[in-house]
T-cell receptor
Framework: DAGVIQSPRHEVTEMGQEVTLRCKPISGHDYLFWYRQTMMRGLELLIYFNNNVPIDDSGMPEDRFSAKMPNASFSTLKIQPSEPRDSAVYFC?????????????FGQGTRLTVV | SQQGEEDPQALSIQEGENATMNCSYKTSINNLQWYRQNSGRGLVHLILIRSNEREKHSGRLRVTLDTSKKSSSLLITASRAADTASYFCATDAYSNDYKLSFGAGTTVTVRA
């Protein structure tokens, strides 16, 4: 397996534009997580899915953020409209279980810059 | 909020020396994991230690867990330049629906 695949690796967009980040989890993993990493706040869990169903989106900063998982092999994180404070590295991760006795496999991340 | 807090924030050592970093957490946990992040890359799992374990080894890595002090340590022996990275502890707990909660990380620089 190629691991968790995220695209794009880098995204530069203007304030107000819609941004869509994509993730392909490891085949067979039933949990998918979206994290955001910034210098100020560290690694924050935004939302996670179990078997394609969103379980906890309490970490999503505001209504401008939305995430979907239409099938077991694909998920998107959308920001509309984007703002400069959304600039961060966004990671997708997948695992066979939720935390307990399992490891999370991370993608390479998408570095988002909103100007 | 972040459950785990690493100490120190940054560490610089000479190649061949040992590197030790600590993680403290606030509430009872189920498991504690350590991850490494190289610059510009995603996090990579290093080791998992269960709440009923006290010590675990993996290659040059040694992890200890003291649940009475709510703390863990990661020791990297005989460090190499390739060990230069940020290291994060992550905890999961029943009280938090087993969501992984990451600390702020320790940045380790190994000088050749």
């Amino acid at each position: 397996d190629a691991g968790v695949i995220q695209s794009p690796r880098h995204e530069v967009t203007e304030m107000g534009q819609e941004v869509t980040l994509r993730c392909k989890p490891i085949s067979g993993h039933d949990y998918l997580f979206w994290y955001r990493q910034t210098m100020m706040r560290g690694l924050e869990l935004l939302i996670y899915f179990n078997n394609n169903v969103p379980i906890d989106d309490s970490g999503m900063p505001e209504d401008r953020f939305s995430a979907k998982m239409p099938n077991a092999s694909f998920s998107t994180l959308k920001i509309q409209p984007s703002e400069p404070r959304d600039s961060a590295v966004y990671f997708c991760a997948s695992s066979l279980g939720q935390g307990r006795m399992t490891e999370a496999f991370f993608g390479q991340g998408t570095r988002l810059t909103v100007v | 909020s972040q459950q785990g807090e690493e100490d120190p924030q940054a560490l610089s050592i000479q190649e061949g020396e040992n590197a030790t970093m600590n993680c403290s957490y606030k509430t009872s946990i189920n498991n504690l994991q350590w991850y490494r992040q190289n610059s510009g890359r995603g996090l990579v799992h290093l080791i998992l230690i269960r709440s009923n374990e006290r010590e675990k080894h993996s290659g040059r890595l040694r992890v200890t867990l003291d649940t009475s002090k709510k703390s863990s340590s990661l020791l990297i022996t005989a460090s190499r330049a390739a060990d230069t990275a940020s290291y994060f502890c992550a905890t999961d707990a029943y009280s938090n629906d087993y969501k992984l909660s990451f600390g702020a990380g320790t940045t380790v620089t190994v000088r050749a």
